[in-house]
């Protein structure tokens, strides 16, 4: 399973972005998929997940200014971030896993697969 981010960027305060994960794996459909971020200094956290079901999941820094959606034709997630601020500045993860429940969801440890990262600078 192979997972690739990209869409990141530098982007000013108020603007918008979309990120994009992209699968390499039989089955997408039956993978939930999920985005973390990592500022500098700081612990990877949970930002937005999308279950088989095409159910969302955000973190409550990002409600209302995030949207994450799934496209299973082109085994592809997107994350739509409108509104971004300082505090959204940092590497972009997606992750993605069969096995995870949502209970789980938000947890880094519950996915075995990772893309590399995409970084988003927002400037203030």
């Known amino acids: 399973v192979q997972l690739q981010a990209c869409g990141g960027g530098l982007v000013q305060a108020g603007g918008s972005l979309r990120l994009s994960c992209a699968a390499s794996v039989d089955s997408f459909r039956s993978y939930v998929i999920s985005w973390f971020r990592q500022a500098p200094g700081q612990e990877r956290e949970f930002v937005s997940a999308?279950?088989?079901?095409?159910?969302?999941f955000y973190a409550d820094s990002v409600k209302g200014r995030f949207s994450i959606s799934r496209d299973n034709a082109k085994n592809t997630v997107y994350l739509q971030m409108n509104s971004l601020v300082s505090e959204d500045t940092a590497v972009y993860y997606c992750a993605g896993d069969r096995q995870v429940i949502w209970s789980s969801y938000f947890s880094a440890n519950s996915y075995n697969y990772w893309g590399q990262g995409t970084l988003v600078t927002v400037s203030s």
């Open positions: 999308i279950d088989r079901s095409r159910r969302p």
